[in-house]
């Protein structure tokens, strides 16, 4: 299921599933369970079984019951698996990463790795509307798959010349792009009409709004050429920024 097959153990901590909170340990930092004899149950499969049901029917419908009645096993078992519904979306949202492909080698021009990487984990996030959710999330990811994604687009911008905090501060810039433009893709779903209507509105208040009626805003639905131009302003700003540019 990822890339590495890397896990943190700091030693057990194991709870029973009802006293947990979002904002726990992770899973990631926690020992795997010892294997039981029935059912044969695992995290891969729970991984598998709970990114289907986000799929089909989104992050709203995920509860460890609800899980656990896909997987045909009662709930006890499955919390001796994962503690909290909070774990089922870590290992989910590691998962989806894998699925995010890193760009083959290094290529000379830094900005080439960027927006291929950027643009794969925006089509993988896409293909996963559920993941619109992950900003929200009251606890960071770092399980391995996240992590190598993240390493790669920090490695790019240390070798192309950026210092530490200005790393950092890339990084997040970046990263924050494309979750915005995946989430608000997923989520905005006005049909032809009520855009239509909309910016008609917006065309009897002219007056108060002469730029967004200018340029159509409620028209635009420029996913895709939207955020590869935000791309691009986000790395042109960021080469100026360059000691060699500087």
């Not at 909070?86 to 699925?99: G, K, N, R």
């Not at 992590?147 to 920090?154: A, K, N």
Request: glycine letters at 8%.
């Amino acid at each position: 299921m990822d890339r590495k097959g890397w896990c943190i153990s700091v030693g057990k901590s194991r709870g029973n599933g009802r006293t947990g909170s979002g904002s726990g340990q992770s899973v990631w930092l926690r020992q795997s369970p010892a294997p039981r004899q029935e059912p044969p149950l695992t995290r891969g499969r729970i991984t598998e079984a709970a990114i289907a049901l986000l799929d089909e029917e989104g992050m709203e419908r995920l509860t460890m019951r609800h899980l656990a009645e896909r997987l045909g096993i009662g709930a006890t078992t499955l919390y001796w698996h994962v503690d909290t519904k909070d774990d089922v979306v870590d290992l989910a949202t590691d998962a989806i990463f894998a699925e995010a492909p890193l760009p083959d080698g290094h290529a000379e021009n830094w900005q080439e790795n960027v927006v291929a990487l950027l643009s794969g984990c925006r089509t993988m996030l896409l293909r996963h509307p559920w993941s619109a959710a992950l900003p929200l999330r009251q606890r960071p990811s770092i399980g391995p798959n996240f992590l190598t994604w993240l390493e790669f687009l920090q490695a790019t911008l240390s070798r192309a010349g950026f210092k530490a905090q200005q790393t950092q501060a890339s990084c997040w810039l970046l990263y924050n792009h494309v979750l915005g433009s995946a989430a608000s893709q997923s989520n905005l779903q006005w049909s032809v009409d009520h855009r239509a209507a909309a910016q008609e509105e917006l065309r009897r208040q002219q007056d108060q709004y002469p730029t967004l009626v200018e340029y159509e805003y409620m028209l635009d639905e420029g996913w895709e050429e939207n955020f590869h131009l935000g791309v691009k302003l986000v790395l042109d700003g960021l080469e100026a920024q360059l000691p060699a540019n500087g």
